[in-house]
């Protein structure tokens, strides 16, 4: 519920597409974000940087996100 939190506070929305309870963003200097929730975790996945982190704590998903919305814009 906690992780649930945290996404919708960054302004993730809920993949109904997804048969897992996903939720997704895009942000212009990372592209999309999915964040899949399991019991006791969350796992998000950066496509377009092929990049996978596993996050136990709610916490660390807030400080992971607040970090990526940081990033500067990609150069094309």
Request: proline share 3%; hydrophobic share 45%; aromatic share 10%.
């Amino acid at each position: 519920m906690m992780f649930k939190k945290v996404l919708l506070r960054h302004g993730f929305r809920r993949n109904r597409m997804s048969d897992e309870l996903q939720y997704t963003v895009h942000w212009n200097n990372v592209g999309g974000v999915y964040v899949t929730i399991k019991p006791k975790m969350a796992i998000v996945e950066i496509k377009e940087r092929n990049v996978i982190h596993v996050f136990k704590s709610a916490k660390e998903l807030d400080m992971f996100i607040r970090s990526l919305r940081e990033l500067p814009m990609q150069l094309m």
